[in-house]
T-cell receptor, first 113, second 113 residues
Framework: SQKIEQNSEALNIQEGKTATLTCNYTNYSPAYLQWYRQDPGRGPVFLLLIRENEKEKRKERLKVTFDTTLKQSLFHITASQPADSATYLCALGGASGTYKYIFGTGTRLKVLA | DGGITQSPKYLFRKEGQNVTLSCEQNLNHDAMYWYRQDPGQGLRLIYYSQIVNDFQKGDIAEGYSVSREKKESFPLTVTSAQKNPTAFYLC????????????FGPGTRLLVL
């Protein structure tokens, strides 16, 4: 069955360091991969999308890589700040033209001042 | 302001009762989605609709029903057949299908009395 895995344990890092979150998937051939941020008790907010033919995407302090051979995406936040503390979700979509998305369980990031 | 609204923020259900969660969007989006989120888990798709008067079951549709009579509205009914309804419910929309950003509402937390 289709499966997405993200680090279930929380990631704690010091302010100013680079946070790296991992998203691995199996039994799926996505056309694209998305990353979302979710704060406690709120809906997810879209951050970045990367397509299957793209290796890397950047937006300000955020960088996403996508390796369809390894079936893995890495999400980096450089110069991390306490305000970056949240849960980050990856989502796969676009397989066979479907409207459906599959979400990972999310990784909780805490940036320590 | 454009966006998605969900109501109520909190909802309490008694045994054997059907309850309806509201989702409205003014983004002129064609597709709308309902997800369920349990603690420490990712988002699981309940139902989605690509156009008005059409909807498809997601991965966990049992015990739920939806309607899509208007483009801007996609209400979700949690029926008495759903034996474990306590969760955080999220509504989302996309402009169309494929490589689209999902815009999420603020969520409704359903609790069983």
């Amino acid at each position: 069955s289709q499966k997405i895995e993200q680090n279930s344990e929380a990631l704690n890092i010091q302010e100013g360091k680079t946070a790296t979150l991992t998203c691995n998937y199996t039994n799926y051939s996505p056309a694209y991969l998305q990353w979302y941020r979710q704060d406690p008790g709120r809906g997810p907010v879209f951050l970045l999308l990367i397509r299957e033919n793209e290796k890397e995407k950047r937006k300000e302090r955020l960088k996403v890589t996508f390796d369809t051979t390894l079936k893995q995406s890495l999400f980096h936040i450089t110069a991390s700040q306490p305000a970056d503390s949240a849960t980050y979700l990856c989502a796969l979509g676009g397989a066979s033209g479907t409207y459906k998305y599959i979400f990972g369980t999310g990784t909780r990031l805490k940036v320590l001042a | 302001d454009g966006g998605i609204t969900q109501s109520p923020k909190y909802l309490f259900r008694k045994e054997g009762q059907n309850v309806t969660l509201s989702c409205e969007q003014n983004l002129n989006h064609d597709a709308m989605y309902w997800y369920r989120q349990d603690p420490g888990q990712g988002l699981r798709l309940i139902y989605y609709s690509q156009i008005v008067n059409d909807f498809q079951k997601g991965d966990i549709a049992e015990g739920y029903s939806v309607s899509r009579e208007k483009k801007e509205s996609f209400p979700l009914t949690v029926t008495s057949a759903q034996k474990n309804p306590t969760a955080f419910y999220l509504c989302a929309s996309t402009l169309g299908g494929g490589a689209e950003t999902q815009y999420f509402g603020p969520g409704t937390r359903l609790l069983v009395l």
